[in-house]
């Protein structure tokens, strides 16, 4: 590694500094690239595409880059080729699906398993039924838990419309009936029925009557019975304000028909990203947000997934190291819980590398939290930004420095922090409790150790089979004393 390309950036006998190479060096990784496996994987902090110093601890990071920074070149696409290399799993988030594109044929050679969730090119690709999991759990006793994965689902459909109105009661009423309507999918339905397709159904208006006289019998103290009570027992025109709101949130699934046939059957097994090497990919459109909620859900319910089966490993850890690769990350509806799993994720061998584009996106989206977030994230990479906010505190984490003048001056200014060469791929890295350091990373074009490799060609799936759960069936069986009245005490 070149060390003279960093000395520029180094000062000494201060209260505050520039890290020197060698500091970095001694506190991380040294891989060479050429090796057919690397002893870890992680957040690169020198790399000419030759050799790169690299944390391979369980820190989490934090990426911020305006547009046309670099982020992905510089950082996501070499690291999940390390990844990769290291024999470790990643669920990535790939707006423009360029991850997938240089990855997946160099993670197929390693022996991965690849799947990718393809929401841009609807019809490729892996199926997933967010429902499945909640099914599962919901039948072998774990109802809380359930429960808890139906209601961040519905949260989730809800947010748009709880960010765009001070007036919460519809989207509220709306999301209480969707949530009667899966814990109705839960009790009564096959595992094959328990699907969007079918959740959109039981919200079509021509059921209404059939769901009331159906819910009649229930007890309040059930969810199911309290949220269709809270619904039908309300005048007219306030059923049908909440069908409205109702309406408006399944909306993607009724209009698009291939999106809810891929989100009704499931190819994806989330036990075994962390017991066996997987490279997931979320090819979701960054020119629109219509579908972003799936993937907020996506990583929730894979998060929760994974954190119990590192309950299951007598060291309370994942045999094999998942890393969340979430570009883009406040471009998608807030994640629930966010905080506290960041917080809980990296002693179950889980780490997350967060990108950002701005402090301005990550506040607006997490608010409080946002502090609680970037708190977590022991290693801060700055690229470039003209956003003020995020320049002074970046500024300020950096301290000050006394001038031979005695005069006191920031480490690097405002002015200087808009100044990195792009084009060396320049970036500001805050590594762990060592100093600041000014890196120059490598292009992803220039690691030779990752070329040549075609990507994966994606399963087509022109139809699949599903199954609709019914009412009307529904209504029969307990008449002819086939089956019992759902949430009846």
């Avoid at 020198?46 to 992905?72: C, Q």
Wanted: net charge neutral; proline share 4%; glycine share 6%.
């Amino acid at each position: 590694m070149e060390n003279y390309r960093y000395k520029r950036y180094v000062k000494t006998n201060q209260e505050t500094r520039w890290a020197s190479p060698g500091e970095i060096q001694d506190n991380s990784t040294f891989i060479r690239l050429s090796d057919d496996h690397y002893p870890t994987a992680g957040l690169p902090l020198m790399s000419n595409a030759r050799e790169a110093y690299v944390d391979g601890s369980d820190t989490h990071t934090l990426i911020f880059g305006a547009t046309g920074s670099k982020k992905t070149r510089l950082f996501c696409m070499p690291m999940l080729g390390m990844f990769i290399k290291a024999g470790e799993s990643f669920i990535a988030t790939d707006p423009k699906g360029e991850l997938y594109r240089k990855t997946s044929g160099l993670a197929k050679a390693n022996g991965y398993k690849t799947v990718v969730l393809n929401f841009r090119d609807i019809g490729k690709g892996d199926l997933w039924n967010p429902l499945h999991v909640p099914y599962k759990l919901y039948h072998s006793g774990r109802q809380e838990e359930a429960v808890s994965m139906l209601n961040d689902f519905v949260q989730t459909l809800a947010a748009p419309q709880l960010e765009r109105t001070k007036d919460v009661f519809w989207p509220e009423m709306a999301a209480s009936f969707a949530i009667a309507n899966l814990m109705l999918l839960m009790e009564c339905a096959s595992e094959e029925e328990a699907n969007v397709i079918s959740l959109s159904r039981l919200c079509s208006l021509d059921l209404e009557n059939r769901l009331q006289e159906l819910s009649e019998p229930m007890s309040e103290y059930t969810i199911a019975g309290m949220n269709y009570k809270n619904v039908f027992t309300g005048a007219e025109k306030t059923r049908q304000s909440i069908y409205i709101s109702l309406f408006g949130m399944i909306r993607v699934f009724n209009t698009q028909k291939k999106l809810a046939t891929m989100l009704s059957g499931n190819t994806v097994d989330l036990t075994r990203i962390g017991r066996e090497k997987t490279a997931l990919y979320i090819i979701v459109p960054d020119e629109k947000t219509t579908l972003h909620f799936l993937v907020t859900t996506f990583i929730k319910q894979a998060y929760e997934i994974l954190i119990r089966e590192a309950q299951k490993e007598e060291s309370g850890a994942l045999p094999v190291r998942v890393n969340f690769v979430l570009d883009e990350f406040c471009n998608i509806p807030r994640i629930p819980d966010m905080p506290s799993m960041i917080s809980a994720a990296r002693s179950r061998n889980m780490r997350y590398f967060l990108v950002a584009q701005s402090k301005h996106q990550l506040v607006g989206r997490y608010g409080e939290d946002a502090d609680t977030i970037k708190g977590n994230c022991d290693n801060w990479v700055f690229l470039t930004s003209k956003e003020l906010d995020l320049l002074q505190e970046i500024s300020s984490l950096c301290g000050d420095i006394v001038t031979a003048n005695q005069e006191k001056r920031p480490l690097v200014s405002v002015s200087e922090l808009q100044r990195f060469n792009k084009e060396k791929g320049e970036a500001l890295i805050m590594h762990a409790r060592q100093y600041p350091f000014i890196s120059q990373l490598a292009d992803i074009d220039m690691y030779e150790a990752f070329k040549g490799y075609r990507p994966v060609a994606m399963a087509e799936r022109s139809s699949t089979d599903y199954r609709i759960f019914s009412v009307n069936d529904l209504m029969r069986r307990i008449l002819l004393g086939e089956v019992p009245h759902p949430f009846v005490d």
